[in-house]
């Protein structure tokens, strides 16, 4: 079944109304875009790995009502927008009235081959405009105007080596009063559309209702659910994918919950780990950790918590943080809904106790939290890299003793798992050099790590020991 | 001072400037090949079939069920050339191959009215293997003895007398990984056949004449009916110096049998394993010092894995061994090298040619040895520098030597590091978990072609009859601002404002039988035939001006718009170009250069293939986790001889963006290749940018200082500038340095490290824990 749409699907590029026209629900907003001619988003990777296709979409923000949201468009269905606004490279500026961030980019020398450079120069404007980026000290990640050069770790560039770019970004001063941007954002985002598209024998479906959505899942074995689009796009553009139902859940008020406290913590399904960075603001200080680890801000503006949970990918990064938090997952379906711990939702490599016709709704945290946590990623690259090992840490020292200690692994089996040998060693030890050597050694033979293109196993197994040594050294020595 | 090297009053060079397409770039608007197509009318568009074998016969090659796939309009193989069935010069290379030699390798391609149907109309065809032996490291095609091209010999002095008397031998072995391009724009080709028959490609390509008789080769074509443009190119690196040339020719294909513009545009997966990378070696030696720590004998053999067609790999080799010096004299040296031929992507052109893998080898001996000899690395190098007088062990004498040493003092007194020496020292004194190094290395690398015919260049100048400018040359743009040095050398010859000037993309049928733009070469060849071009046109209206202005021809003078004697007023650029049209003087001329007094014998290996070296040095600290081997860039200082800079704020850009490609290359970028004997066998497992990890804004140095070295004129290159693609990549030797000194600061004093390339926080890792003599989380 699907949704009969009562006008024709259609998106706001740069301020004029665009009908989507005759598409296939697959089509990606970069190919749409680049079929309308407007071909300065550009293909470089089709994963949202490298951002030259980075375009701004109008959503709801935390700081203002709307923020100009930097995303990959070669991972979202344009079918995903209908309703949406949108602004790409052209419409910021023109080479006759270049905007404030391509002037900075133009004259510091920031573009050279310039393929890169329009989804550079849209990343770096979502930045610009970023309601709550405020003038102060800076360091090396952050300039004395506010700007987070982690707004452009999804951004790879070949040719300059970055210190161009971060020097325009750096020199960006405030927008202008009546910038017609910045003046957007004081206004609410449009409303989520309720869009039905059938293209050939595939459906694209954005139900008004949580209860539409489970509806489908129940009437529909073959129903693909999609929130950003980081996995799912990845799927239709690198392996060929094609889902005969997508079925669009990431504005549903019922998956956006946000709570926080007394008890615990109630994270909606559907909010971006933006979202959720933002509205946490460092009160859940592991996960404080984990954001910045997590691939780029371009695909945090997309990716939900529930995504990540419901791919059940053995690497996903959030699930050692949530699993040392003790999260449990609130589970929805037509049925009905339970209450499944994070610690138990896992059963094999991308398997879940998830049934087909249920949905991740909500994460829940208990609090209070643990004293100590971390977050270890253990990864090539500093910045937007898969985990060869991820480790997420909630210790609770008593009078010298372990009280409490909850770890989560990723990437050494085929699930996301704690590391209970581990545990075990720690608990009612003291929390002393001695121990902490004695427990490293269990758990570097924690899991199954295996060997590949990322890491050795036996590079995977030492690091699990030496990231408990680093979590103590790192405590003590702080 | 020469005449090509002097600069005028008020050079239009020497002045930053930003890249001339800087305002297209930051607005979206700059087209590069594949945006072109959404401009074209009933593109068809191509989709390969790829082998998933590393080496098979294809016994049987069915096409028919993808015709069944609607919008599926023609499938191309073997069949359908009309010409010659090869994508290369050197006929190794064929186009629609009978036997895939890799995996990955396109059996054939299918067009269709959409991407969707050509990619559907690829999975329908069938193919049938029979799958053959396959070499996928170079280790196995050492012990196969499969090689391929000419091997070379390089040999200076006594090397068994040098070794036999030296106070210190050591040897060893390394072998080092390649290097993907990682253009950002993926190789692309846009052809259509016109109403008289001439074929038009539109390709992103460093070297457009030689797609040009590529493509003329595959249809049976002379050049003549064959025109190739290239607008500009995201990224080319040297990954677009020989491997467009195949895509272009079956686009090119295509048009002609169906009548329709052909785009091929690869995607990443499929650029990434079709496309050639950089080298990857093996290198064994043996070296000898002194013992007062002077290499007395270096004795190698450099085995480049070129893939499984021979590309490039000849050249690259031949640059790798006229490099292996990299700054440093040794008296007596023997290099063989020789050319792995594996089952692999065929190898090709990557910033430095060779050159970098040659200098590695001897910046890794220097590295490892520098402790077993008591030496502190930076005064091991320092000393062993090539002095003026010097030559090189294929026989080019070794000018402004001198440089190495200026640039190096330079890079120690403005980088402050004997003061950061000491706080590094004291800092990892009082920290037993995270540990900082220091390194320096320096750069000689020769420019020119190692092959002197392609030190030749050309260019159309026309100045029309309202004073404006068109020029037009042989080079491409890839990034590296070669357009925007152009229009620099044309403004400062003519003495013209820069915006009178144009310049119009890089066409076959304007400027014919030009080289790639390549081996840092292209401001250099293409600058001084514009400006010979424009010295021409300068040359006659100094006549027109002369009489006009009622002066002797000598005193007129061209600066900044105005035409004028040694004093006075002068008059309008515009009135004097007016004149000499109403007199009829050619406005136009095509200019050429070829680069004087090279000589180079290929089977010797001996002669002066350069024209002068570029120098530079650089200084770089890092820090490194030990509990992981992680590690962070805290500081780079480079000095680096551009001579005089045609254009600083480019040039200084090219610096950054080499050497952090180079760091890229030597620390973290890891193509990995399925070594296994299973169905896998031969596939690239970093096939992607998820897998396969270029530097980001996490690898830029905290502290980023790039110098020009001053009072650098040189006197063989136009305006007194030198070459800068290329060298700079080779500075981020001293990152690796600097990690192999963190990493033995876990251990003893004195502690030698070796150290894997690319040096990934794992590597580092195990190369921390050999310091720390396998301390482990137990003890």
């Known amino acids: 079944m699907t949704t009969q749409a009562l006008r024709a699907p259609a998106v706001t590029v740069n301020g004029e109304l665009a009908a989507l026209g005759d598409i296939s629900v697959h089509t990606t907003v970069l190919d749409w875009l680049r079929e309308r001619g407007l071909t300065g988003a550009k293909e470089g990777c089709a994963e949202g790995e490298c951002g030259a296709c980075s375009v701004l979409v109008a959503r709801p923000g935390t700081d203002a009502p709307t923020e100009w949201t930097a995303v990959n468009a070669c991972l979202l269905p344009i079918a995903s927008l209908d309703g949406q606004e949108l602004i790409t490279s052209e419409g910021l500026g023109s080479p006759a009235a270049l905007h404030p961030v391509q002037k900075e980019m133009a004259i510091r020398g920031g573009s050279q081959c310039g393929f890169c450079t329009p989804g550079f120069v849209c990343s ?128 549903l008020a019922e998956l956006r919950e946000f709570s926080f406290g007394p008890s615990e913590v109630r994270l909606g399904a559907a909010l971006t780990l933006t979202e959720i960075e933002r509205r946490l603001a460092g009160r859940v200080p592991l996960l404080a950790q984990l954001f910045p680890q997590f691939a780029s801000r371009l695909i945090r503006n997309g990716a939900t918590i529930g995504g990540n949970l419901g791919t059940g990918s053995p690497i996903g990064d959030t699930p050692p943080a949530l699993l040392a938090l003790d999260a449990s997952l609130v589970l929805a379906s037509r049925r009905g809904e339970r209450v499944v711990p994070l610690a138990e939702y896992f059963t094999g490599y991308r398997q879940t106790v998830k049934a087909a016709d249920e949905l991740i709704k909500t994460i829940v945290i208990p609090l209070p939290l643990a004293p100590m946590t971390a977050f270890h990623k253990i990864a090539k690259r500093r910045f937007d890299d898969i985990s060869s090992v991820a480790i997420g840490y909630a210790v609770d020292v008593r009078d ?51 060997d590949d293109h990322r890491a050795s196993s036996s590079y995977r197994s030492a690091m699990l020991g030496q990231s408990l040594l680093r979590f103590y050294f790192q405590g003590v020595e702080a | 001072m020469s005449s090509l090297s002097e600069r005028p009053l008020q050079p239009v060079v020497g002045v930053p400037m930003p890249h001339e397409s800087a305002a297209l770039h930051v607005t979206g608007t700059a087209l590069y090949t594949d945006d072109l197509v959404l401009r074209t009318k009933d593109v068809l568009h191509a989709w390969p079939v790829q082998s998933p074998h590393a080496h098979a016969r294809v016994t049987a090659l069915r096409v028919k069920p993808a015709y069944d796939v609607p919008g599926v309009v023609r499938v191309l193989t073997a069949d359908d050339v009309p010409g010659v069935n090869d ?24 067009l269709g009215d959409t991407l969707e149907a050509a990619r559907l109309g690829a999975l329908a065809v069938e193919v049938e293997y029979e799958p053959l032996p396959s070499l996928v490291t170079v280790r196995e095609a050492i012990d196969a003895g499969s090689f391929q091209g000419i091997g070379r010999h390089l040999e200076r002095g006594d090397v068994e007398g040098a070794l036999a008397s030296a106070a210190h031998v050591f040897s060893g072995e390394f072998e080092f990984a390649g290097q993907e391009h990682f253009y950002l724009e993926t190789h692309a080709a846009l052809a259509h056949v016109d109403e008289s028959e001439q074929i038009f490609v539109q390709s992103s390509t460093q070297h457009p004449s030689e797609t040009q008789e590529i493509v003329a080769h595959v249809l049976g074509l002379a050049s003549h009916a064959v025109t190739v443009q290239c607008l500009r190119m995201g990224g080319g690196f040297g990954g677009k110096e020989m491997q467009p040339h195949g895509f272009a020719a079956i686009a090119a294909l295509g048009a002609t049998l169906t009548g329709r513009p052909v785009r091929l545009r690869l995607n990443r997966t499929q650029d990434m394993t079709m496309s050639g990378k950089r080298h990857g070696f093996h290198s064994k030696w043996t070296v000898g010092f002194d013992s007062t720590g002077r290499l007395m004998a270096l004795d190698a053999t450099l085995t480049a894995d070129g893939g499984w067609s021979l590309d490039l790999s000849e050249p690259v080799l031949a640059r790798a061994m006229c490099h292996i010096d990299n700054a440093y004299e040794i008296p007596h040296v023997r290099v063989d090298g020789q050319i792995a031929k594996t089952n692999k992507t065929s190898q090709t052109a990557f910033r430095g040619f060779g050159g970098p893998q040659g200098m590695l080898v001897i910046e890794d001996i220097l590295g490892r040895c520098a402790p077993l000899l008591g030496y502190d690395a930076l005064e091991l190098r320092r000393l062993n520098f090539y002095q003026p007088g010097d030559a090189t062990p294929y026989g080019q004498p070794v ?67 309202d004073g404006s400018v068109l020029i037009n040359h042989g080079g491409t743009e890839m990034g590296q601002g070669l357009h925007t040095k152009m229009l620099q050398v044309a403004a400062t010859t003519l ?72 004093s006075g007023d002068g008059v309008p650029w515009e009135e004097i170009v007016a004149a000499a049209y109403m007199q009829r003087v050619q406005l136009w001329a095509a200019g050429f250069y070829r680069t004087e007094g090279l000589h180079w014998d290929a089977n010797a290996m001996r002669g002066e293939p350069f024209k002068y070296f570029a120098y530079g040095v650089a200084a770089s600290e890092v820090e490194v986790d030990g509990f992981t081997g992680s590690y962070t860039l805290r500081r780079v200082d480079i000095v680096h001889d551009v001579g005089d800079s045609l254009s600083p704020l480019i040039d200084i850009g090219q610096i950054e963006g080499g050497f952090v490609q180079g760091a890229g290359w030597l620390t973290l970028e890891d193509l990995r290749w399925d070594e296994s004997t299973g169905d896998r066998r031969g596939r690239l497992a970093t096939q992607a940018a998820s897998t396969y990890k270029l530097p980001s804004f996490s690898e830029m140095p905290e502290v980023f200082n ?16 030198k070459a800068v693609g290329e060298p ?39 190369a921390l824990e050999g310091a720390r003599g396998g301390v482990s989380w137990s003890g």
Not at chain 1, 416 to 428: Q, V
Not at chain 2, 407 to 434: K, P, Y
Not at chain 2, 512 to 541: V, Y
């Open chain 1, 124 to 251: 770096m404007a979502a930045e610009y405009y970023r309601s709550g980026r405020s003038t102060g000290e800076g360091d090396h990640e952050h300039g004395p105007n506010g700007f987070d050069l982690h707004s452009l770790s999804g951004n790879l560039c070949r040719c300059t080596g970055y210190r161009p770019i971060r020097d325009a970004a750096y020199a960006l001063e405030d927008p202008t009063e009546n910038d017609a941007l910045a003046v957007r954002r004081l206004s609410p985002p449009p409303a989520p559309a309720t869009t039905g598209i059938v293209s050939g024998e595939a459906e694209f479906v954005r139900p008004a209702s949580l209860d539409g959505v489970l509806d489908l899942l129940a009437e529909r074995s073959d129903a693909q659910i999609v929130a950003g689009s980081t996995d799912l796009g990845v799927q239709v553009n690198i392996f060929g994918s094609r889902p005969p139902l997508t079925i669009a859940i990431d504005r």
């Open chain 1, 400 to 450: 010298g003793v372990v009280a409490e200690a909850r770890i989560g692994l990723g990437g050494v089996a085929a699930t996301p798992l704690r590391a209970r040998a581990t545990e075990a060693a720690l608990i009612g030890k003291p929390w002393t050099e001695e121990t902490v050597r004695t427990a490293a050694a269990v758990m570097a033979a924690e899991g199954t790590p295996m």
């Open chain 2, 87 to 110: 994508a290369g010069v050197k006929h190794d290379e064929p186009l629609f191959p009978g036997e895939v030699m890799f995996n990955g390798h396109a059996v054939c391609w299918v």
């Open chain 2, 399 to 465: 000018r402004h030597a001198d440089r190495l040493e200026s640039c190096w003092s330079q890079v120690i007194d403005g980088g402050d590091v004997a003061a950061r020496l000491a706080a590094l020292e004291a800092f990892n004194a009082t920290h037993e978990h995270v540990k900082r190094g220091l390194a320096m290395t320096p750069v000689k690398f020769g420019i020119s072609f190692n092959l002197t015919a392609f030190n030749q260049a050309g260019a159309l100048v026309h100045v029309y009859k």
């Open chain 2, 495 to 566: 003495g013209v404002p820069f915006a009178r000037v144009r310049l119009a993309p890089t066409r076959t049928d304007k400027v014919p039988n030009t080289s790639a733009t390549a081996a840092s070469s292209g401001a250099d060849l293409n600058g001084a035939a514009i400006k010979n071009a424009c010295e021409q046109i300068r040359e006659r209206l100094t006549q027109v001006a002369g009489g006009r202005l009622g002066i002797s021809p000598s005193d007129v003078r061209f600066v900044d718009g105005v035409v004028r004697g040694l």
């Open chain 2, 706 to 721: 790039v110098r020009l070295l001053e009072k650098a004129h040189e006197d063989g290159a136009v305006y007194g500038s």
């Open chain 2, 728 to 766: 700079p990549l080779m500075l981020a030797f001293s990152v690796r340095e600097a990690l192999r000194h963190a990493a033995a600061a876990f251990g003893p004093p004195g502690t030698s490290v070796d150290l894997p390339s690319p040096a990934t926080p794992e590597a580092v890792y195990w």
